[in-house]
């Protein structure tokens, strides 16, 4: 008997959904979202290929290639590499206006899937990890930090990385999916018991999809291994090994390509640049304001410079 038949029910239906007599392509690292992804699809749909980005010794290039063949799915790498990393960066940076630098580099696998897909379609696993607690950084006995971090990580999703994907996939004419995102998903997740979902050691984390991924009758997905898709495609890696070959920073690498297009005006003599670090979530609520206001990020700081040195300090802040 299943033990989480609603949600098997819940998540084959999203696919069948979106992929019926489709032609579907699948951004597949070769891990288990992905990859049941990708199996439900190709009960569906006109046809399924999986697309890999990584460098050609990535681990979720051998991963990709391997389960797409137990599969029987055509498979395609999506190559990175320090030859074209750099106009890949610029690539994507004109297809979203995206500057932060760990969105850039979180989002450009999904990115060069858009890219080179020829499918109309594409799937993406996002939202698996945060509704079901896949990342290392959840597993914690602090009943405080674990709901913060569940928070955190779908605010971050919903606000920053979702707006970021749909906006790249518009730029290449094709209509993505987020299957585990779909509401009724959502709510076969939220009716299991809460003790299922939390993981309390690295190994235990999404121990209900991988039950579920089995009952559905894909037992070869059920155990993948997988990396964060940054890491996993070697692309954090590429940019940091870029970056030291510039003699600068990670950030001050991509901040570079981003001001190389005109699309900030730190370059010119009369004016200081300031590199800011600030959390994505607080940038887009940021940004809701500022755009209201008719006002950009570089006019609200330098107010606040203003005001700081009009007062002497920061008391204000505290008001």
């Given at each position: 008997?299943?033990?989480?038949?609603?949600?098997?029910?819940?998540?084959?239906?999203?696919?069948?959904k979106?992929?019926?007599?489709?032609?579907?392509?699948?951004?597949?690292?070769?891990?288990?979202?992905?990859?049941?992804?990708?199996?439900?699809?190709?009960?569906?749909?006109?046809?399924?290929?999986?697309?890999?980005?990584?460098?050609?010794?990535?681990?979720?290039?051998?991963?990709?290639?391997?389960?797409?063949?137990?599969?029987?799915?055509?498979?395609?790498?999506?190559?990175?590499?320090?030859?074209n990393?750099e106009?890949?960066?610029?690539?994507?940076?004109?297809?979203?206006?995206?500057?932060?630098?760990?969105?850039?580099?979180?989002?450009?696998?999904?990115?060069?899937?858009?890219?080179?897909?020829?499918?109309?379609?594409?799937?993406?696993?996002?939202?698996?990890?945060?509704?079901?607690?896949?990342?290392?950084?959840?597993?914690?006995?602090?009943?405080?930090?674990?709901?913060?971090?569940?928070?955190?990580?779908?605010?971050?999703?919903?606000?920053?990385?979702?707006?970021c994907?749909?906006?790249i996939?518009?730029?290449?004419?094709?209509?993505?999916?987020?299957?585990?995102?779909?509401?009724?998903?959502?709510?076969?997740?939220?009716?299991?018991?809460?003790?299922?979902?939390?993981?309390?050691?690295?190994?235990?984390?999404?121990?209900?999809?991988?039950?579920?991924?089995?009952?559905?009758?894909?037992?070869?997905i059920?155990?993948?291994?997988?990396?964060?898709?940054?890491?996993?495609?070697?692309?954090?890696?590429?940019?940091?090994?870029?970056?030291?070959?510039?003699?600068?920073?990670?950030?001050?690498?991509?901040?570079?390509?981003?001001?190389?297009?005109?699309?900030?005006?730190?370059?010119?003599?009369?004016?200081?640049?300031?590199?800011?670090?600030?959390?994505?979530?607080?940038l887009?609520?940021?940004?809701?304001?500022?755009?209201?206001?008719?006002?950009?990020?570089?006019?609200?700081?330098?107010?606040?410079?203003?005001?700081?040195?009009?007062?002497?300090?920061?008391?204000?802040?505290?008001?």
């Amino acid at each position: 008997m299943a033990e989480y038949p609603e949600l098997g029910r819940a998540i084959e239906e999203s696919v069948r959904k979106c992929c019926t007599n489709k032609e579907v392509g699948v951004a597949f690292s070769g891990g288990m979202d992905s990859g049941l992804l990708a199996a439900l699809a190709s009960k569906y749909a006109r046809s399924v290929t999986c697309y890999t980005c990584g460098t050609d010794d990535a681990f979720d290039i051998a991963a990709g290639k391997e389960l797409a063949e137990k599969l029987g799915l055509p498979w395609v790498q999506c190559r990175i590499s320090e030859e074209n990393i750099e106009s890949t960066i610029r690539e994507m940076i004109i297809a979203s206006k995206v500057s932060d630098p760990f969105t850039i580099t979180y989002d450009l696998q999904l990115f060069t899937v858009c890219r080179e897909a020829k499918e109309p379609v594409i799937l993406s696993g996002q939202g698996s990890d945060e509704l079901l607690n896949g990342t290392n950084s959840i597993v914690t006995d602090d009943d405080a930090e674990y709901e913060r971090l569940r928070e955190w990580g779908m605010e971050r999703l919903m606000k920053v990385s979702v707006p970021c994907e749909t906006t790249i996939a518009r730029y290449y004419k094709k209509k993505l999916f987020y299957p585990y995102l779909d509401q009724a998903v959502i709510d076969a997740v939220d009716a299991l018991d809460a003790d299922l979902i939390r993981p309390k050691t690295v190994d235990e984390r999404k121990a209900v999809l991988r039950q579920t991924a089995t009952e559905l009758g894909f037992p070869v997905i059920s155990n993948r291994v997988k990396k964060a898709s940054q890491y996993g495609s070697n692309t954090t890696e590429l940019i940091r090994k870029m970056a030291r070959k510039k003699g600068v920073r990670y950030n001050r690498y991509i901040s570079n390509i981003y001001e190389s297009l005109g699309l900030r005006n730190a370059n010119r003599l009369r004016d200081a640049a300031v590199d800011v670090r600030m959390d994505p979530i607080l940038l887009y609520d940021a940004d809701q304001i500022l755009e209201k206001e008719g006002l950009t990020h570089s006019e609200a700081l330098t107010a606040l410079y203003k005001k700081m040195l009009k007062e002497g300090n920061l008391d204000f802040l505290n008001e």
